[in-house]
């Protein structure tokens, strides 16, 4: 190849449609529910991932959702149920007939039933713990004891697990001999005499050893045991910090209990982020797109609020500057603009801030430098937003004075905005309040009050 040749890459392709459900795809199934045509309805729905059934239930409206059921009837999956969004997932089970909804749950692991029924009636979840056998019974029920959020309602209770001194020889008879594995899993977990997990050997090096290899010596290196009252939301951190793919669960005697997979870890931490982001947004984090108007209406109310009782402080400053606006029009023309540059400059700041405290990447150790970072940060581009309104407010006013006034009060409030968006929440989390939930209300009104009195502060003293 000559030198002046090169490889290009081939481009990535980005499909707006990828891993969704597509019109066409919605339309004929509904159409096959209007014709009550249940073979048609059935051969479209069995190519169907259930997740992706879920999405297309979430969808739909509720008369569409309710005949769609009931014609899919038997062949309702567990695993739909699983994937389904909290908001709906009652009504769903309302909808499918007892038969049905036995069969579905018969066919769930542990963890996807206790998921399933602590959000449920008492009512409801009797007439499911009803129908599973019961060793499965005793398990879920006792599942459902634990706290909620704690690693004990994440976790699964049917796990794989072997003597430490096992060869892998008698590890895979005895697989083989067993008829109720789980069905998935990754590790094999080796305890001692007293139940108490020592390691975790993985399917890949029990299948690759001679059957005479002690399965102690195939341990993986890296083994963590989680407790059964461990918040979920450490749990999912350290299933990402030590990229693990499952975990065994010990109670407080350091037995085993039960074991937590990468893909529920992964579920609450894909749980969290999300909360985090409609809560910097002041929604709910309880809301989806199938509430109802009066449920949305009345989680957004006491946000909306705490918004009007902020932007009635800043008003109160605007109004100590009355006469001083009156004088001179071109402050109301000009102060939304340093109020609404401090704001989006410590929502900025704000932001990383709160997905750094939720990921544990801001501590104690680097807590300083990172307000250090962001305070300059905001005086740099202070500084240069400052050169470009200055110029502004003298070509459009002709005032070199006003042109300096806004100048200073952008700088002044672009710093307070990364002063303000990072040590407010780490102000709230120390003080055991959720940064994400509260620290928006904080940032929007240290930022418009600060913004709004530097401005006018200092147009009083140097233009009037």
Known sequence: MSEDQTIEAPEVEETEDAYSLGRKAVAQILYAVDLEDRDQLVE???PLHPADIADLLEQINAFDRMRLIKLYDKEFDGDILSELDESIREEVIGILSPEVLAEAVRELDSD??????????????????????????????????????SAGRLMQREVVMAPEHWNVGEAIDYLRNTDDLPEQFYHIVLVDPRLRPVGNVTLGKLMASRREVL???????????????????????????YHLISAPVVDENERLVGVITIDDAMAVLDEEHEEDVLRLAGVDSESSLSDRVAETTKRRFPWLFVNLITAVLASLVIAQFEAAIAQVVALAVLMPIVASMGGNAGTQSLTVAVRALATKDLTGSNVWRVIRREVLVGLINGLAFAVIMGIVGYVWFGSTALGGVIAAAM??????????????????EKLGIDPALASGAFVTTVTDVVGFFAFLGLAVVVLL
Request: proline letters at 3%; aromatic letters at 6%; hydrophobic letters at 45%.
């Open 411 to 428: 700088v002044i409030n672009l710093v307070v905005a990364g002063l303000a968006g990072t040590g407010i929440p780490i102000v709230l």
């Open 215 to 241: 399965l102690k010596s195939l341990v993986e290196d890296t083994f963590h045991v989680i407790p059964v009252l461990q918040y979920e939301g450490d749990v999912a951190y350290a299933f990402n910090q």
């Open 112 to 149: 996807d039933v206790v998921d399933l029924l602590e959000d449920l009636e008492e009512q409801q979840q009797e007439a499911i713990l009803d129908v599973l056998e019961d060793s499965d019974r005793v398990a879920v029920q006792q599942s459902l004891t634990y706290p909620e959020y």
């Open 44 to 46: 479209l729905m069995d």
